[in-house]
């Protein structure tokens, strides 16, 4: 049974110039180590650090009361599976608010072009749960 879903556009170009202006300290704020080499290794880095931005923002829209949690954006992290596709794991308070929601799994899609990064995803839970 689907229990939320979030949605999120970022512009490219701003990311970009939050990782020039802020460097490394805005970096490891946002996204973790795993993030940040997946995205620095690909030729286009901002498009990838912005949908790992948009998923970010969208997974807190899926659960709706989020922004009230004290959850830290490397709370959430999206690695990559073997095929390529993204999953999303939460830890910390994001994990405990995953729990509390009864929510059995995160799923997320994301897709990037030059000028925008999309991400959504959708909270499923087990149903008897
Ligand atoms: C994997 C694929 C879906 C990526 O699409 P794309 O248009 O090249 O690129 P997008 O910007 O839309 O999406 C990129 C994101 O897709 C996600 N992705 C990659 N592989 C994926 C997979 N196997 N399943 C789901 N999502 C995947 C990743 O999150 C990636 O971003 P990231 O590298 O920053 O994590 C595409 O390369 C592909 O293989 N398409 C299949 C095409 C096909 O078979 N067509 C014929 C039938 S319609």
């Given at each position: 049974?689907?229990?939320?879903?979030?949605?999120?556009?970022?512009?490219?170009f701003r990311m970009r110039d939050?990782?020039?202006?802020?460097?490394?300290?805005?970096?490891?704020?946002?996204?973790?180590?795993?993030?940040?080499?997946?995205?620095?290794?690909?030729?286009?880095?901002?498009?990838?650090?912005?949908?790992?931005?948009?998923?970010?923002?969208?997974?807190?829209?899926?659960?709706?009361?989020?922004?009230?949690?004290?959850?830290?954006?490397?709370?959430?992290?999206?690695?990559?599976?073997?095929?390529?596709?993204?999953?999303?794991?939460?830890?910390?308070?994001?994990?405990?608010?995953?729990?509390?929601?009864?929510?059995?799994?995160?799923?997320?899609?994301?897709?990037?072009?030059?000028?925008?990064?999309v991400a959504s995803v959708i909270?499923l839970r087990k149903s008897g749960?």
């Amino acid at each position: 049974m689907i229990v939320g879903t979030g949605i999120d556009i970022v512009e490219v170009f701003r990311m970009r110039d939050a990782i020039s202006k802020w460097g490394n300290s805005f970096l490891t704020k946002v996204f973790t180590d795993k993030e940040i080499s997946y995205s620095n290794s690909k030729r286009f880095a901002p498009q990838h650090f912005a949908a790992r931005f948009a998923a970010k923002e969208a997974v807190v829209k899926a659960f709706g009361e989020a922004r009230k949690s004290p959850v830290n954006w490397t709370d959430i992290e999206i690695f990559n599976d073997k095929e390529g596709r993204p999953v999303m794991l939460l830890s910390n308070e994001a994990l405990k608010l995953k729990r509390r929601k009864n929510v059995s799994e995160v799923v997320v899609s994301m897709s990037h072009s030059k000028n925008y990064a999309v991400a959504s995803v959708i909270l499923l839970r087990k149903s008897g749960k």
